[in-house]
């Protein structure tokens, strides 16, 4: 304390003629008068919290601006005994607040964060080993044999639902071909890298296709897409192939009229081919109907083919009630 009154004795001798007369009764009063302690006592417990050396540094801080603002006054009240002035008034804030520094805490290991996740990381070298157990040994794609073998690990059958289930969520291209692209980053959408659990995914997808109608409507187009010989630029489903993927996709959720129109489509072999919009419109056609014809309007904007279906399920019908009425004649 006495430096820096020294110090701003040196600044005013310029313009103060200090007095030579001045004892060091008079310094040991302005001193005792105005001068605040330097050491602080806390009236905290002499514990360490989990922030000790923020405590300390705010607590510096803190004594650092009180000595502060007593050297002001202190040099203030010097300044003007010896001018024989009042001192000014002199306004000290401590509205500052100090922005204490925190220690950055330890971050989360990511094993931890994973702990409330349900779903167990997918392995890339797994679903990479699991690839190389199916696929060709010239070509890194999985054709037929690889998907039978895949299908007797599976427990499923070749031609069952959940098969096309599979090659909807791997976005296959094309029947009987799995490429490694399709099967790594499929099996990575459905988040399992094993054997057992493409099974219970399956189950799950499975279910939720029965009450889920949007859902079930994105299979049904990819059912198209899948069908066709991307190799050969192929765009209308050969109609062969058309019933045998209708009664795949409807599989546990028959519509009332599809035996008849499989059955229509089976007895003129001069239908050989399903463009696009017919397959698409046939599942509005099954809602439309429902299992009743007479509600269907022909000047709607409905495929010529379904025209043509109804057109001969009404002539089957009415050829069903003249033979009924002929026997109840004779």
Not at 71 to 99: C, F, M, Q, W
Not at 135 to 157: H, P, R, V, W
Not at 281 to 310: I, K, R
Request: aromatic share 10%; glycine share 4%; with cysteine.
């Amino acid at each position: 304390m006495g430096h820096c009154l020294s110090c701003l004795g040196n600044q005013s001798n310029a313009d103060v003629v200090t007095s030579t007369q001045r004892n060091k009764d008079e310094m040991t009063e302005i001193v005792s008068s105005n001068q605040v302690p330097t050491v602080m006592i806390s009236d905290y417990p002499q514990e360490e919290p989990l922030l000790h050396n923020n405590e300390i540094s705010i607590n510096c801080y803190t004594n650092s601006s009180h000595i502060s603002n007593a050297n002001a006054l202190n040099s203030i009240n010097e300044h003007s005994s010896g001018d024989g002035l009042p001192a000014p008034k002199v306004h000290v804030s401590n509205e500052k607040t100090p922005k204490p520094f925190y220690h950055k805490l330890p971050s989360i290991p990511r094993s931890m964060s994973s702990l409330g996740s349900s779903e167990s990381r997918v392995s890339e070298s797994k679903l990479n080993y699991l690839f190389d157990q199916y696929k060709d040994s010239q070509e890194d794609t999985i054709f037929a044999e690889g998907i039978e073998n895949l299908c007797i690990d599976l427990q499923l059958n070749p031609d069952d639902f959940k098969v096309l289930v599979l090659a909807w969520k791997l976005n296959a291209s094309q029947m009987c071909r799995f490429t490694k692209q399709e099967f790594v980053q499929g099996l990575k959408s459905m988040k399992t890298d094993s054997i057992k659990g493409i099974q219970q995914k399956l189950n799950d997808i499975t279910s939720e296709l029965s009450t889920d109608s949007e859902q079930f409507k994105d299979l049904y187009r990819f059912t198209f897409k899948f069908g066709l010989d991307v190799s050969t630029g192929q765009r209308i489903l050969p109609a062969d192939i058309a019933i045998l993927l209708w009664r795949l996709v409807f599989t546990g959720n028959e519509p009332p009229i599809l035996d008849r129109w499989l059955s229509y489509l089976e007895k003129n072999p001069h239908i050989r081919g399903i463009p696009k919009d017919t397959w698409y419109m046939f599942l509005n056609f099954c809602e439309f109907v429902g299992d009743d014809l007479s509600s269907y309007d022909d000047t709607e904007a409905w495929p010529s083919l379904f025209d043509d279906f109804v057109e001969y399920e009404n002539d089957q019908m009415n050829q069903n009630v003249t033979k009924n009425d002929i026997k109840i004649q004779d």
